[in-house]
């Protein structure tokens, strides 16, 4: 089998766990790239990687890679995206892969066309802990899922220039935090949630700060939602079922799950993988996707993921300048 040739766009906090990761996984990074040369040869030298690109845009075009790992805000990814697969380019996008549905829609069209792979690095699909449950779940132990809850919540200081309340950097609580939070309960509904409800309250800046959110789907599975960028919260998710319920904490990167018994009130904790293996899992599964188990990287959960933030963001009349051209 072919080795899998792994590019890096950006050098920010995710490229250098990336590096980590793929040592982790026996292989290194074949090319970093970013907009300032300096920054890339310094990644460069720290991981051992071999090639540097004068011109950040000779890495969509270098025949010998195969994958690109986007790192860069959200707002840009659309363009590098297209840029990747018009060469094609295998490409594992960081979360939020897009800003909306119809980004996200175009770039999955032009993948089909040339026969790529998009991967969202979006944890949860792809920590151990998250597939033991599901194999739980499947077994019927705990009867139906029922009942979401979830809280998200960080306290970012009201520095507007910052990524997180920018919306000229795609920022807010929605693409930030809620996707991980709207990709938990996908992974355990059995379908896309098709009612939806909330309330949103907007940063200095108009974009969203703070939301609460409301969903059902066509099975009558619920689930709410608390995020915020300016209020802490625990990373807890809660999923309710007929016979228990599952707690979850930390759970972007979560190892372990406590399962309580409804009938007894007996609990235990199940536990498999390391969050400090995270991104290894992610680009695992990815490799996994491009030598045919295209299944892996959950591309269906990803679009279902998208058209719920698009949704919502819509109905707060929420844009950002790219949107609006």
Same mark, same amino acid.
């Given at each position: ?25 026996? @292989?290194? +990074? ?7 040369? =300096?920054?890339? %040869?310094?990644?460069? /030298? $720290?991981?051992? #990687? ?44 960081? @979360?939020? +892969? ?7 829609? =175009?770039?999955? %069209?032009?993948?089909? /066309? $040339?026969?790529? #792979? ?66 938990? #309960? ?140």
């Amino acid at each position: 089998m072919k080795e899998i040739k792994w590019a890096v766009l950006g050098c920010g906090v995710i490229a250098n766990e990336m590096a980590v990761a793929l040592q982790k996984n026996g @292989k290194n +990074i074949y090319a970093v790239g970013n907009r300032t040369h =300096e920054k890339a %040869a310094a990644f460069a /030298e $720290k991981y051992g #990687i071999g090639k540097v690109y004068d011109d950040f845009h000779e890495m969509f075009t270098d025949p010998e890679v195969d994958v690109i790992y986007i790192t860069t805000p959200h707002n840009t990814h659309l363009g590098f995206m297209k840029e990747a697969i018009a060469n094609g380019k295998h490409i594992l996008v960081e @979360k939020s +892969i897009t800003l909306n549905s119809d980004e996200l829609d =175009e770039a999955i %069209a032009l993948a089909k /066309e $040339k026969g790529v #792979i998009i991967g969202e690095a979006m944890t949860i699909y792809h920590m151990p802990i998250y597939k033991e449950l599901k194999k739980i779940l499947d077994s019927g132990r705990l009867g139906r899922v029922n009942l979401i809850t979830m809280n998200f919540g960080s306290f970012k200081e009201y520095n507007m220039k910052n990524r997180f309340f920018n919306r000229n950097l795609a920022g807010g609580a929605m693409l930030d935090i809620g996707v991980y939070a709207l990709s938990f #309960i996908r992974w355990f509904f059995d379908s896309k949630p098709d009612q939806l409800l909330s309330q949103v309250k907007p940063a200095p800046t108009g974009v969203d700060e703070q939301a609460g959110l409301l969903l059902t789907n066509q099975e009558g599975q619920m689930a709410s939602v608390m995020l915020s960028l300016h209020s802490k919260q625990p990373k807890r998710g809660m999923v309710s079922c007929e016979n228990g319920f599952i707690e979850i904490m930390e759970y972007p990167r979560a190892w372990e799950a406590k399962i309580t018994d409804a009938s007894t009130g007996e609990s235990e904790i199940i536990k498999a993988g390391d969050n400090a293996d995270a991104l290894a899992y992610e680009l695992a599964d990815m490799e996994r996707a491009i030598n045919g188990e295209a299944s892996a990287m959950h591309l269906d959960y990803t679009k279902d993921v998208m058209d719920l933030m698009t949704s919502f963001r819509r109905t707060w009349g929420y844009t950002y300048p790219e949107e609006e051209k």
